[in-house]
Nanobody, 117 residues
């Protein structure tokens, strides 16, 4: 059974930093793409960043140069380092795991990030 557990959200002032973590269990790292999504109130969920099994990364344009997605050597924990945070980054952040062989996707429960002075 796949389980994703996010942590690291919270309240931060504009310009501050946060690091989100997503601990995955039950996944097969050889066939898995890990991503971070976010959903702000009244808006659709949007892709923030992804990291492939080979380590290649992609980012939404609005976070390029500010956010960094990474993972541990075992490829079971994914991180999102968020720097120079803006009020518009306020959202619930979700971790997603997708098996590109079976096309099954799994979601974490979400962690709230609030950027406010």
């Amino acid at each position: 059974q796949v389980q994703l557990v996010e942590s690291g959200g919270g309240l931060v002032q504009p310009g501050g930093s946060l690091r989100l973590s997503c601990a995955a269990s039950g996944t097969n790292p050889r066939f898995t793409v890990m991503s971070w999504y976010r959903q702000a109130p009244g808006k659709q969920r949007e892709l923030v960043a992804s990291i492939s099994r080979t380590g290649s990364t992609t980012y939404q344009d609005s976070v390029k140069g500010r956010f960094t997605i990474s993972r541990d050597d075992a490829r079971t924990t994914v991180y999102l380092q968020m720097n120079t945070l803006r009020p518009e980054d306020t959202a619930v952040y979700y971790c997603q795991s997708m098996n590109f062989i079976t096309n099954q996707e799994y979601w974490g429960q979400g962690t709230q990030v609030t950027v406010s002075s």
